[in-house]
């Protein structure tokens, strides 16, 4: 049965998942990078990067992925919908591979690119975009890619199976927070942590069964 996963999203120690204000020049606000630097070393993300456990954590993000879902803020900076010739951060040729869904309150029609990806915007509650996604995903998992309020929709509406989270060893102090309003999410969960010498502790929960 194909599942809904959660993979390589990094959140700081005090929960946030990006900064602000976001921004064209600044699309994680105030963080900056500071929250990927330890994805920036592997070879997930550069070739000449290296291996570890940092980077066999982060390969697992497009294994067995058949769609996304991202929310608005991912696709593009504030105010993206205003701009008919926005085609998301990624140029030409994104990294997905695979149909992406957008959730917007302002759906256009579906943008085609390069390398297999094809946006669809959709403005549709957690259940009902989780339904397109794993018609689109022909019988493989669906990746929900972010960010944090659109991971925190989906956990709270008990939708998502296996979720990989990166805990980075700075302190925000304001953003967007991944867990407000989910108090005793881990109750549902398996969780296992792994730290590593970049710094960074790898968390993955996983659903339990629901006779458990």
């Known amino acids: 049965m ?17 900064g602000e204000p976001q921004s064209a020049d600044a699309p ?3 963080a900056g990078e500071r929250l990927h630097e330890w ?3 592997t070879r997930f993300w550069e070739p000449s990067g290296s291996g570890g456990v940092d980077d066999a954590f982060a390969q697992r993000h497009s294994q067995g992925i058949g769609a996304e879902i991202m929310g608005a803020n ?6 993206w919908q205003d701009d008919p010739d926005w085609q998301g951060w990624w140029g030409a040729n994104p990294p997905f591979r695979s149909p992406t869904f957008v959730l917007t309150h302002r759906p256009r029609p579906p943008l085609e690119m390069e390398g297999g990806t094809t946006f669809h915007f959709l403005d549709a509650p957690p259940a009902e975009a989780l339904a397109a996604a794993l018609e689109a995903a022909d019988g493989q998992d669906v ?14 509406a008990g939708l998502v199976d296996l979720m990989h989270l990166v805990q980075v060893p700075i302190v925000l102090g304001r953003g967007v927070r991944l867990w407000d309003g989910l108090e005793g999410t881990e109750n549902d969960y398996d969780i296992e942590a ?4 970049s710094g960074v502790t790898h968390l993955t929960f996983t659903r339990k ?3 458990s």
């Not at 991912?74 to 105010?79: A, L, N, R, W």
């Not at 309020?149 to 989906?154: A, G, L, S």
């Not at 792994?194 to 010498?197: E, N």
């Open 28 to 30: 994680f606000g105030h």
């Open 209 to 211: 069964p629901a006779d």
């Open 74 to 79: 991912k696709f593009g900076p504030p105010g």
């Open 2 to 18: 194909p599942l809904t996963r959660v993979h390589n999203l990094s959140i700081s120690l005090d929960g946030f998942a990006t």
């Open 194 to 197: 792994v730290s590593t010498p």
């Open 39 to 41: 994805m920036f070393a």
């Open 143 to 156: 990746r929900i890619g972010g960010g944090a309020t659109v991971v925190r929709d989906f956990v709270a």
